[in-house]
């Protein structure tokens, strides 16, 4: 079992595996990352270690991108399996981040963010989250309209300014959840971004996982502690259908139907990979307990 002292709290996880812990005096580039930035040769991003994190910065110019790969850390956990569920952990805070008025889809929110934590599961299904100084949200794919790969989706305020925090997130079933210091604050589905035709199309890599700035319209300086993977369910186990964070009928149903079809999902409660009373006990007091 590995035990991490973080933040003052111990938490223990016997599955967690540690990709980038700063405390070592070194950056995630020396710790099995793939740092890349744009313009490759000329860039100005700079990442400088530090006892207790790295910063990073690609403040001037905004143009510059840069940030780190998972492409080939040899420690990072595959397959990350999202019926099974898992969690990616960060330590990190955004100490400035400045960003165009760039609103793609005209609904009135800027759809770029100067530090990005992009997380994709095994079969492509995965999550690209934007920080400001004020607020977290979830860049959208184009399931609902062409024009909204990559704008600004569903978000919450947030300083993200006032300190490391312990960013969790969760990757379970079709949906994740966002927590802050052990509170859920961004809940929503999982976004398929295969649509992107660039080149170095990172959404169409299975198991990966990227952290820095990856767009040329915004800016950011962060301060990031840590980063780790671990096997972990959804905080809210009888979340089982939107809206998130709701337990409703649609929950139920969504229980009964994966419990019939004995999908992972419905497997709440060890042995695993049988279905039986335990996970259907398991699922009521989930669900009589309610999403905190
Ligand atoms: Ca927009
Ligand atoms: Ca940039
Ligand atoms: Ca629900």
Redesign the pocket.
């Known amino acids: 079992m590995t035990c991490f002292l973080r933040l003052g709290a111990i938490c223990c996880n016997a599955s967690a595996v540690d990709l980038f812990d700063a405390t070592t005096g070194t950056t995630p580039a020396d710790q099995g990352w793939l740092f890349l930035a744009n313009p490759i040769l000329t860039h100005s991003v700079a990442q400088t270690p530090g006892p207790v994190f790295t910063t990073l910065d ?1 403040t001037a110019p ?4 840069g940030g780190y790969f998972s492409a080939f850390h040899p420690d990072l956990p595959a397959p990350l399996d999202r019926s099974v569920g898992f969690a990616v952990r960060i330590g990190l805070r955004i100490s400035a981040e400045g960003h165009d008025a760039r609103d793609d889809n005209t609904d009135g929110l800027d759809d770029r963010a ?1 530090f990005s934590l992009i997380v994709i599961s095994s079969d492509l299904l995965g999550l690209e989250l934007g920080f400001w100084e004020n607020e977290i949200w979830a860049y959208a794919d184009d399931s609902a309209a062409p024009g909204d790969l990559f704008t600004h989706a569903e978000g919450i305020a947030f300083d993200t300014t006032a300190g490391v925090t312990d960013y969790a997130i969760f990757i379970h079933g079709a949906a994740y959840t966002l927590q802050a210091n052990g509170q859920t604050i961004l809940c929503g589905p999982l976004r398929d971004y295969s649509a992107f035709t660039g080149a170095a199309d990172v959404y169409e890599t299975p198991n990966f996982v990227f952290f820095g ?1 990856d ?2 319209s ?2 950011s300086r962060s301060e990031i502690a840590y980063l780790s993977i671990e096997d972990a369910a959804s905080p809210c186990p009888a979340d089982l259908a939107p809206p998130c964070m709701t337990l409703d009928f649609t929950d139920v149903i969504a229980f009964l139907s994966a419990f019939a079809g004995e999908q992972p999902q419905a497997d709440l409660a060890p042995p695993s990979a049988v279905f039986d009373f335990s996970d259907v006990l398991a699922f009521l007091t989930s669900f009589d307990a309610g999403c905190g």
């Open positions: 690609s905004r143009s510059d991108q100067g700035d767009t040329a915004a800016e």
